[in-house]
């Protein structure tokens, strides 16, 4: 099989023999230039030339880093970057890199040779122990990939980049990006400058900033300036403009150890198979930690497993989800732009669970169960870690009993007690007991203690595990009303990324939501149910039109002998295959109309629909093109004096719950 245009199959490094042959290669490759009088001095720098419409090549010097905001798509050319933690080489395909300021931007660092990653899979466990200093770097590697390509053909450019060239740099491709999720969040207006790099002054000697000197030593402003101004119109024709270091991500040294730690534990041999939690309060960095840590993992091991525990701020899938993902490639931005199915999943259908922890509880045990000890485990957790949210948090540490429990704080201010295994050991939890309780919160724990048994796990409430303190630097770190967005946006975007897979990848211009054909569902073949509050019967389906519900599978076959609806008396724990929105309620003809990107072969086994409290986002209704006249749904006259036209909270008691059909209501 023919190479692909700049990325060619690599031949295996054979130690000397092979750093001879790449060296030679770069010698070859340097020919032409040298010919015309110009030899690259060995010298290394920041530079980047124009490669085509929409593309351009990069040369990142030795340990340097270009910080940047935009969107583009990346491809190694030769040396190796790493990018939120993951090593990319040559060897690897094409990864779509999203840095948006709703979060810290994203880094190009050039790696050493010796860090470069390897592509014979029987090497990546020694790889990964060189890397963390176990053992003696690995030669420089390969014969560079014939880029000359993709350069422009002028002589100027092409003499540019090999100025600055020396073996140790980094070379790679960035294209433009646009896929049919990033068209979908453009065209609304609201996000319509989502991607648009935002300009921010680096200092001078900074990473990412061009050109701090000139290769003699002396300052030249006005060079400095107008080489600048060459990159960033080079980068921006690419859809990203540099920025300074402290845009992006700064990792204190407490998390430095604690990731190197956890690398060196789930790549070992002898270790076991290592599951690991992360907890902390809001703001504090654990999803930005979790990035970077599978990420870092990715470089030595086929799969990562994550389960999200987090319903407000969840990873994979929108809002309001307990999941477990099998994670296999890299997530290189924000939630809203890596939307997938995870492996295992339930909809929880709050963003918070305040006023039904056991349920909380009963759903993370369901999808835990499903977790095969086969590759390491990530387990995120929520921000609520005060008064009662601690005490869960206790008895999730008892119920999952991780290997290694990563507590986030910072310094001047602790929202936490501290997580030892002794401390654990002794406090009492929501429903568990501590060593020194005497008698815990009502609630029968016969599942838990026979789901414990199976696992073959000891006493729950004696937990063992390794806790790594980690004290984030980063400004406002822990302080939840400082955030970069809020998160009630973030969950927003997390439902429109989902959306955006429901647009054809082979079309160019974006479709409205309405013009898209939906799907028809009987009344009597799905199960209903409302999951955050009571809705009498008479009113299920002016609560059920135009929301937002999870597509369930329920155990129980639904049977009803009329048109239905089905409907539910209590909430059951159940796998949800992905999500809809209904269009519309057809009640002559006892049909739901609903929209979703769930594959048809996933659809024929969903038999129950949940609606929680989760809202679609406003966009939705009221940005969408091609609607003239009133909008459907949406109405600018409204009483909020009526009775029960404000927002319903109820406390709910603490019973077991029991999955019951009911058909019809008049």
Known sequence: MPARRGRPRRAPNRGAAGEGRAEAAWREFAASFARAGVAPPGGAGLAAVEAAEGAAVLLLGPQQALTFSGKCRLTCLYGAVRVLGFAVGPHQPPLPLLSPPTHCALSLEALPAARAPYADPRQLRAAARRALGAGPPPPFRGPPPP????????????????????????VVLLEHLDTAATRFLLS??????????????????????????????????PD?????????AVLAAVGIVPCGPERGLLLSDSTLSALQELVRVCCGEDEGVPVIMVCGPKSIGKSTFNRYLINLLLNHLPSVEYMECDIGQTEFTPPGCVSLSNVTEPFLGPPFTHQRTPRKM???????????????????K??????????????NTMGWVKGEGLLLLTDLIRLLSPTHVVQMDVYDWKAMAPLTPENVHLAPGLYTKGKQQAKGKQMDLSAAESWKCSEGEEDASAPEYKLLYVHPEFPRAGAAGEARVHSSILRDMSILGYLGQLQPPDVASVLPLHSLVPYQVPFNAVALRVIHTDVAPTNIMYAVNASWVGLCRIPDEIRCQTAGPVLLTQTPICDCLGFGIVRGVDMEKHLYHILTPVPPENLRVVNCLLLGNIAIPNCIFVSQEGIEGEIPYVTSEYNYSILGSGKLRKKKHFKKRECTFQCDYT
Not at 147 to 170: D, G
Request: with cysteine; aromatic share 8%; glycine share 4%.
């Open 147 to 170: 880029f000359r390509a993709l350069l422009p053909p002028s002589p100027e450019a092409r003499l540019k980049l090999m100025a600055r060239f020396s073996p140790e740099c980094a």
């Open 188 to 221: 609304l207006p609201p996000l319509c400058r989502l991607f648009e790099p935002q300009v921010s002054r680096a200092p001078p000697g900074a990473a990412g900033s061009p050109t701090p000197r000139r290769p003699d030593g002396d300052e030249d402003e």
């Open 224 to 232: 400095v300036t107008a080489e600048a101004a060459v990159l960033a």
């Open 346 to 364: 339930v909809y929880y259908g709050q963003t918070s669970c305040e006023q039904d922890t056991e349920r909380y509880v009963d759903v993370v």
């Open 366 to 379: 369901y999808v835990f169960s499903s977790y095969r000890k086969e590759v390491p485990l990530v387990i």
